[in-house]
């Protein structure tokens, strides 16, 4: 949707006015950005940045209750079908791992293709981010998890930690690999919004800019 209008006419007004909204009993997942500033060719990339480094409320560390660790819980909520109980890791991986083939089952053919490493990235960033706050481990594959979503580069040690399919070449840097790829990872995120059973509004202001 793309609202339109001269200088000084309320856009900005009427687009905080939904971020209210939204964030009233979090109604939606709101992602705002203001002016974003990007050479064309670095637009995507920059864009998953902005919006990652919002979900994780900007933190390089300790993501409990950061958006992106609540979207990825409510998605093993969905997994366990909300039965509360205590679930293994292995288990919850399982149930997991149901979910997404029950998602691409549920689309129509090459409609949206599921990136399983996305997918599974997503779930190592929980279960570290978890383990870290019951003080079991230090938190480092959250925060590589973190970097990588956001399109950042790990060296090849770094993605031996997050489990990260190897490079051709051994010393070679790995990232997200084009912008079909970058495109996964927002597509990754408002499906974790569904599952929560809210929208996922991703809000430009300013974007004649």
Same mark, same amino acid.
């Given at each position: &949707?793309?609202?339109?209008?001269? %200088?000084?006419?309320?856009?900005?007004?009427?687009?905080?006015?939904?971020?209210?909204?939204?964030?009233?009993?979090?109604?939606?997942?709101?992602?705002?950005?203001?002016?974003?500033? %990007?050479?064309?060719?670095?637009?995507?990339?920059? @864009?998953?940045?902005?919006?990652?480094?919002?979900?994780?409320?900007?933190? $390089?560390?300790?993501?409990?209750?950061?958006?992106?660790?609540? @979207?990825?819980?409510?998605?093993?909520?969905?997994?366990?079908?909300?039965?509360?109980?205590?679930?293994?890791?292995?288990?919850?991986?399982?149930?997991?791992?149901?979910?997404?083939?029950?998602?691409?089952?549920?689309?129509?053919?090459?409609?949206?293709?599921?990136?399983?490493?996305?997918?599974?990235?997503?779930?190592? =960033? =929980?279960?570290?981010?978890?383990?870290?706050? $019951?003080?079991?481990?230090?938190?480092?594959?959250?925060?590589? +998890?973190?970097?990588?979503? &956001?399109? /950042? +580069?790990?060296?090849?040690?770094?993605?031996?930690?997050?489990? @990260?399919?190897?490079?051709?070449?051994?010393?070679?840097?790995? %990232?997200?690999?084009?912008? /079909? /790829?970058?495109?996964?990872? @927002?597509?990754?995120?408002?499906?974790?919004?569904?599952?929560?059973?809210?929208?996922?509004?991703?809000?430009?202001?300013?974007?004649?800019?």
């Amino acid at each position: &949707a793309v609202l339109w209008g001269e %200088a000084g006419i309320g856009k900005s007004h009427l687009l905080s006015r939904l971020g209210r909204w939204a964030n009233h009993d979090s109604q939606a997942c709101f992602v705002y950005l203001h002016n974003l500033q %990007a050479a064309p060719e670095h637009l995507p990339r920059s @864009l998953l940045h902005a919006v990652v480094s919002i979900l994780t409320l900007g933190r $390089q560390r300790h993501f409990i209750g950061t958006p992106l660790f609540e @979207l990825v819980h409510a998605s093993l909520l969905d997994a366990v079908r909300h039965q509360m109980g205590q679930y293994s890791w292995p288990q919850l991986a399982g149930a997991y791992a149901r979910l997404i083939e029950d998602i691409a089952g549920r689309d129509l053919p090459g409609a949206t293709l599921i990136d399983r490493t996305v997918w599974d990235v997503l779930f190592r =960033f =929980f279960r570290s981010a978890y383990r870290t706050h $019951q003080g079991k481990e230090d938190g480092i594959v959250a925060a590589l +998890a973190v970097r990588w979503l &956001a399109g /950042q +580069a790990l060296d090849p040690e770094e993605a031996r930690t997050l489990e @990260l399919p190897p490079a051709q070449r051994t010393d070679e840097a790995i %990232a997200l690999i084009d912008n /079909q /790829q970058i495109k996964q990872v @927002l597509v990754a995120l408002t499906r974790l919004a569904a599952s929560k059973q809210r929208p996922f509004l991703l809000v430009f202001d300013q974007v004649d800019n």
